[in-house]
């Protein structure tokens, strides 16, 4: 499930800026929570779109520190704490591709296939 996660958010950034020419030199922290699987993938996906909207960071790699994407014992919520690597967007060194404002609230998936995971989030641009 990480890896779905990590790829979904990588898609993600790569519908805004042309990754190849983005560069790993500084990293953002991202925290998010839910109390079930779409709810933490639309709050994932918020965060990170925050990130690149608010602070202007073209990511390029993601690293999980904690992914709990089943429910605990005493019922907390899911959580994730990622470490997004790459760069400050330079809009004359980076090919921005796309003004995303949000992620949509319907349409959001997250389904196991026995040993992977498929994740799908629309955007609304």
Known sequence: ??????????????????????VESEVREVRAHG?????????WLDECLYVHDVEGFACRSIEFAVFEGAPSAG?????????LRGEPLDRDRHEVRATVRGIAGTGLLVEDLGGAFRVRAGLDL
């Open 1 to 22: 499930m990480p890896e779905a996660f990590s790829g979904i958010a990588i898609a993600l950034f790569g519908a805004m800026v042309d990754q190849t020419s983005v």
């Open 35 to 43: 109390g079930d699987l779409p709810t933490l993938l639309h709050r």
């Open 75 to 83: 019922g907390e919520t899911l959580r994730l704490h990622a470490f």
